[in-house]
């Protein structure tokens, strides 16, 4: 389990004060000091992240904050990391005492996109269990709070079942091949090993999907563009579903059967991660920019560029011989994300296995807000290579 990426766990993060007790309950949570704790106000700097495999949730990844009512000038840049650490975030401990309490309550909503649970720690120290504080709470936030003590451990069990009922809808039926694989079926994955694939390994999303094949018990035949043909006329019948890597879409559409569908893990992850309708839309704008546009290519993990990198060598080829030469393109990569986006005609962003749902969508809203169309590879190359129309992607 502790082999699962980060970017598949159940993302909880606790928010609070300096001193509300984050890091111990984070401590009592997962039974470890993972966390340092100390009277010292602003002892958590960065956020700590601990993977664990959490009774009935399963693979989870907790983070810890730093306070949010951190005031000097460093104090500034922690409470940066912890309002970008709000982004990935399916559910907000959100921890209240005494101190500040204002100060949480005005940070809510920077949690919007995630679930919430309010937590009161410490209720060993308190005269009243934390009964007052438990009313202030529900008249302020309307939320109703769990009461524990790291200390004692008091509460922890109860704050599992909470956490097990404010579960997001779309956190237990992800599917990143959805409807379009049943029991039985027979899927050919087309993999090209090139330098993006070191001997030995294969890369994130063609893992993941593998698994899921597995886990519905369809038939998978593994190959590389150049053994699509030998490995066809091996089958009794056409697979159900091709799925290939975005880089040989064209080759691959030219090889396959008339009547098999054909998608991208980029296209599957654009639709499990993201928003698959808006990508579409979005490419579809991508055709209709002029020479000197700017466009922004944005990658979830940071990596020497390779001599055919997809994003920083093979996607920009594609769109100058498309839209011309005089295209300005710009990069970034992990979490480094422009605030403002209304100078980019055009977000390109790749199929971001290393985040999480959650992330992505926020990174999308951001786009929406500023009018700003964004795609992600699969799609780009699709309608660069002329083919959009003919790849398909799980219903939703």
Same mark, same amino acid.
């Given at each position: 389990?502790?082999?699962?990426?980060?970017?598949?766990?159940?993302?909880?993060?606790?928010?609070?004060?300096?001193?509300?007790?984050?890091?111990?309950?984070?401590?009592?949570?997962?039974?470890?000091?993972?966390?340092?704790?100390?009277?010292? =106000?602003?002892?958590? @700097?960065?956020?700590?992240?601990?993977?664990?495999?959490? !009774?009935?949730?399963?693979?989870?990844?907790?983070?810890? +904050?730093?306070?949010?009512?951190?005031?000097?000038?460093?104090?500034?840049? %922690?409470?940066?990391?912890?309002?970008?650490? $709000?982004?990935?975030?399916?559910?907000?401990?959100?921890?209240?005492?005494?101190?500040?309490?204002?100060?949480?309550?005005?940070?809510?909503? %920077?949690?919007?996109?995630?679930?919430?649970?309010?937590?009161?720690?410490?209720?060993?120290?308190?005269?009243?269990?934390?009964?007052?504080?438990?009313?202030?709470?529900?008249?302020?936030?309307?939320?109703?709070?769990?009461?524990? &003590?790291?200390?004692?451990?008091?509460?922890?069990?109860?704050?599992?079942?909470? *956490?097990?009922?404010?579960?997001?809808?779309?956190?237990?039926? $992800?599917?990143? +091949? /959805?409807?379009?694989?049943?029991?039985?079926?027979?899927?050919?994955?087309?993999?090209?090993?090139?330098?993006? $694939?070191?001997? /030995?390994?294969?890369?994130?999303?063609?893992?993941?999907? #593998?698994?899921?094949?597995?886990?519905?018990?369809?038939?998978?035949?593994?190959?590389?563009?150049?053994?699509?043909?030998?490995?066809?006329?091996?089958?009794?019948? =056409?697979?159900?579903?091709?799925?290939?890597? &975005?880089?040989?879409?064209?080759?691959?559409?030219?090889?396959?059967?008339?009547? +098999? !569908?054909?998608?991208?893990?980029? #296209?599957?992850? /654009?639709?499990?991660?993201?928003? #698959?309708?808006?990508?579409?839309?979005?490419?579809?704008?991508?055709?209709?920019?002029?020479?000197? &546009?700017?466009?922004?290519?944005?990658?979830?993990?940071?990596?020497?560029?390779?001599?055919?990198?997809?994003?920083?060598?093979?996607?920009?080829?594609?769109?100058?011989?498309?839209?011309?030469?005089?295209?300005?393109?710009?990069? +970034?990569?992990?979490?480094?994300? =422009?605030?403002?986006?209304? &100078?980019?005609?055009?977000? #390109?962003?790749?199929?971001?296995?290393?985040?999480?749902?959650?992330?992505?969508?926020?990174?999308? $809203? @951001?786009?929406?807000?500023?009018? @700003? !169309?964004?795609?992600?590879?699969?799609?780009?190359?699709?309608?660069?290579?002329?083919? *959009?129309?003919?790849?398909?992607?799980?219903?939703?």
């Amino acid at each position: 389990m502790q082999q699962t990426p980060n970017a598949n766990r159940l993302q909880i993060g606790l928010f609070g004060a300096r001193n509300s007790g984050k890091s111990s309950l984070l401590n009592a949570i997962v039974n470890e000091n993972i966390a340092t704790v100390s009277e010292i =106000p602003g002892t958590t @700097t960065d956020p700590v992240r601990k993977a664990m495999e959490a !009774p009935n949730l399963g693979a989870v990844l907790f983070v810890d +904050t730093a306070g949010l009512d951190d005031e000097d000038e460093l104090g500034k840049l %922690r409470v940066e990391k912890t309002i970008e650490a $709000a982004k990935s975030v399916d559910i907000a401990l959100i921890l209240f005492n005494g101190a500040n309490f204002d100060k949480t309550v005005d940070f809510l909503p %920077r949690l919007k996109n995630a679930k919430k649970i309010a937590v009161i720690n410490k209720i060993d120290e308190l005269d009243d269990k934390g009964e007052e504080l438990r009313k202030k709470i529900a008249d302020k936030t309307k939320l109703s709070a769990v009461k524990v &003590s790291a200390k004692t451990r008091e509460g922890i069990d109860l704050l599992f079942e909470e *956490l097990l009922r404010t579960l997001p809808e779309d956190y237990e039926n $992800a599917s990143i +091949t /959805g409807n379009l694989v049943d029991e039985g079926d027979a899927v050919m994955l087309v993999m090209p090993q090139d330098t993006g $694939a070191p001997k /030995g390994r294969l890369i994130l999303p063609q893992v993941q999907t #593998i698994r899921e094949l597995l886990d519905k018990r369809a038939i998978i035949i593994c190959t590389v563009v150049e053994k699509m043909q030998e490995a066809l006329k091996k089958l009794i019948n =056409p697979p159900k579903l091709i799925i290939t890597d &975005s880089q040989a879409f064209k080759r691959v559409y030219e090889l396959k059967p008339k009547d +098999t !569908p054909l998608t991208s893990f980029s #296209i599957l992850f /654009g639709n499990y991660k993201g928003d #698959i309708a808006y990508f579409i839309e979005s490419a579809k704008k991508m055709l209709e920019l002029k020479e000197g &546009s700017k466009i922004l290519i944005a990658e979830a993990c940071a990596h020497k560029p390779l001599e055919e990198d997809i994003g920083q060598v093979k996607i920009p080829r594609l769109l100058k011989k498309k839209l011309g030469e005089n295209i300005k393109i710009e990069f +970034t990569s992990g979490r480094d994300f =422009p605030k403002d986006l209304t &100078s980019y005609d055009l977000i #390109i962003h790749c199929g971001a296995c290393m985040f999480n749902r959650r992330y992505v969508l926020q990174r999308i $809203a @951001t786009a929406k807000r500023q009018n @700003t !169309p964004m795609t992600n590879y699969g799609v780009a190359i699709a309608a660069l290579t002329g083919i *959009l129309e003919y790849v398909v992607y799980p219903e939703q």
